[in-house]
């Protein structure tokens, strides 16, 4: 298996612009997972899907960012309008149904985002 | 609150000598513990886990962890330190739902 996709792997874009990332899941993971990583905050946990449906978006920082999953093989992650504080690297992860979460993530190699 | 700790930012160790990462946790109930690695521009890999039974795990690359139920740890440990292992490392608890909690992470130096 190919592992999880992300694109792009480097974005720099400048404040306000729409920023769109892009995640292929490992085929058969019913889970999905988008993180943020900074120095400051370390891995954050911005929002999980199971079977294509958000579970909990209570990460998600504001109204500006927002995640979809419209099928099992692609989801997105939003940013709209991008300010300089979304510089962060972001994370997608994915991973098997397993009784009571004991299942390990796997993560893609992520996106460096760069808002100027 | 649920929570990790890494007390150490870094932890710097000679080629050969043997490795501890360590790793404590507060969480209601009983966690599932994990360990992960992170090399330089990629994302994290799964190096091992903790569910239950045997509170000596082994993982990948030689690592192993020791699960302490009574001072709610779970170090990570190595016999033999390569510097190839240099990287940055991440203990994570699931309190049962998939919403893991992840540690500050502890950057391994290992001397050549």
């Known amino acids: 298996d190919a592992g999880v996709i992300q694109s792009p792997r480097h974005e720099v874009t400048e404040m306000g612009q729409e920023v769109t990332l892009r995640c292929k899941p490992i085929s058969g993971h019913d889970y999905l997972f988008w993180y943020r990583q900074t120095m400051m905050r370390g891995l954050e946990l911005l929002i999980y899907f199971n079977n294509n449906v958000p579970i909990d978006d209570s990460g998600m920082p504001e109204d500006r960012f927002s995640a979809k999953m419209p099928n099992a093989s692609f989801s997105t992650l939003k940013i709209q309008p991008s300010e300089p504080r979304d510089s962060a690297v972001y994370f997608c992860a994915s991973s098997p149904i397993r009784d009571r979460a004991a299942g390990e993530l796997f993560f893609g190699e992520g996106s460096r985002l760069t808002v100027l | 609150a649920q929570s990790v700790a890494q007390p150490e930012d870094q932890v710097n160790v000679a080629e050969g000598n043997p490795l501890t990462v360590k790793c404590t946790y507060s969480?209601?109930?009983?966690?599932?513990l994990f360990w992960y690695v992170q090399y330089p521009n990629r994302g994290l890999q799964f190096l091992l886990k903790?569910?239950?039974?045997?509170?000596l795990v082994k993982g990948s690359y030689g690592f192993e962890a020791e699960f302490n139920k009574s001072q709610t740890s779970f170090h990570l440990k190595k016999p033999s330190a390569l510097v190839s292992d240099s990287a940055l490392y991440f203990c994570a608890v699931s309190p049962g739902t998939y919403k893991y909690i992840f540690g500050t992470g502890t950057r391994l130096k290992v001397l050549a």
């Open positions: 969480v209601s109930g009983n966690p599932y």
């Open positions: 903790y569910i239950t039974g045997d509170n």
